[in-house]
């Protein structure tokens, strides 16, 4: 094995030692972060998300309060709640926890939440900002996985990078954001033809597809950055596992760099979460002080 193994967490520390010190400062100022994490129905898929992130936060000096609703709940019962907490100067960040019922549609409730309280970046405006270089509020999973390649030791101008997926929330953000860097930027998705002849010529490869062992070390150039961010359950003959969308094994013998499946990307995107929510306390103060400023 090759290749240096980017330690997540230890980027993740780094980040939320910076958000605990910006949510202690907002505090001073009598804006103590608080967010609010919506489930829906069985709460059993998403429990584990739920715990880790009260725990990060929590420990960061965020107040987090978890709310779930009957599966039955409708959409305009839903969003009305949602319009609610847009309007509580008390709320400062909004989580919508996945998965929902059939019923109801995430992006309508994305839609719902006001841009100003999205700390997961992903209401339409948030993700439509960054087209413009505006970082303010990016989507978590995307803004994780730049961010690590931020911390390695390269140059991000002009560098060759391919992205493998192309969804709305992770592949094209991470395109647009590398290109904000000035990085050349290739994305390929399900329609691309040899997906290899892109990946092997990238200094850093980014993956979000959800196959596992999607990219073998044969598909990458050799040095090259390689950024893990799938997520997926496979059965082995020592038990169930986690992986992500590469061959860890024969990447890392190739890669100059490589995120390990868990432990890489996942923890920077929750420190992310918690980066967007003091941020989003700090725009929302800004907000409430120039709307109600007294006229001299």
Same mark, same amino acid.
Request: with cysteine; net charge negative; glycine share 12%.
């Given at each position: 094995m090759s290749a240096t193994i980017i330690d997540g967490r230890a980027i993740a520390r780094r980040l939320q030692a910076e958000a605990a010190a910006e949510a202690a400062r907002l505090a001073a100022e009598g804006w103590a972060p608080r967010l609010v994490s919506i489930s829906v129905g069985d709460v059993a898929a998403a429990e584990l998300y739920v715990r880790n992130q009260r725990r990060q936060a929590e420990g960061a000096g965020l107040a987090f309060e978890a709310r779930n609703y009957p599966a039955n709940i409708s959409l305009e019962q839903l969003t009305g709640i949602l319009h609610g907490l847009n309007a509580d100067p008390r709320v400062n960040g909004i989580i919508i926890q996945r998965p929902l019922p059939a019923h109801i549609p995430v992006k309508e409730l994305q839609r719902a939440i006001h841009p100003l309280k999205d700390v997961e970046g992903m209401h339409p405006a948030s993700i439509g900002n960054i087209v413009y270089n505006d970082l303010a509020l990016g989507p978590c999973t995307a803004v994780a996985a730049v961010e690590i390649l931020k911390s390695l030791p390269l140059k991000v101008e002009g560098l060759d990078v391919t992205v493998i997926g192309h969804s709305e929330i992770v592949g094209k953000p991470i395109a647009f954001l590398m290109m904000g860097l000035g990085a050349t930027v290739t994305v390929c998705h399900h329609m691309t033809r040899q997906v290899a002849v892109h990946?092997?010529?990238? @200094?850093?490869?980014?993956?979000?597809? #959800?196959?596992?062992?999607?990219?073998?070390?044969?598909?990458?150039?050799?040095?090259?950055?390689?950024?893990?961010?799938?997520?997926?359950?496979?059965?082995?003959?020592?038990?169930?596992?986690?992986?992500?969308?590469?061959?860890? @094994?024969?990447?890392?013998?190739?890669? #100059?760099w490589i995120t390990p499946v868990p432990g890489g990307v996942g923890p920077v995107t929750v420190a992310i979460l918690l980066k967007n929510a003091v941020?989003?306390?700090?725009?929302?103060?800004?907000h409430y002080r120039d709307a109600y400023a007294v006229a001299n």
């Open positions: 990946s092997r010529r990238a @200094d850093a490869v980014f993956v979000a597809v #959800g196959k596992p062992g999607l990219v073998t070390g044969e598909m990458l150039k050799p040095g090259a950055a390689l950024i893990d961010i799938g997520i997926n359950r496979i059965e082995a003959p020592e038990g169930p596992r986690t992986v992500g969308d590469a061959d860890f @094994d024969s990447c890392a013998e190739i890669a #100059g941020l989003a306390t700090r725009m929302q103060m800004a």
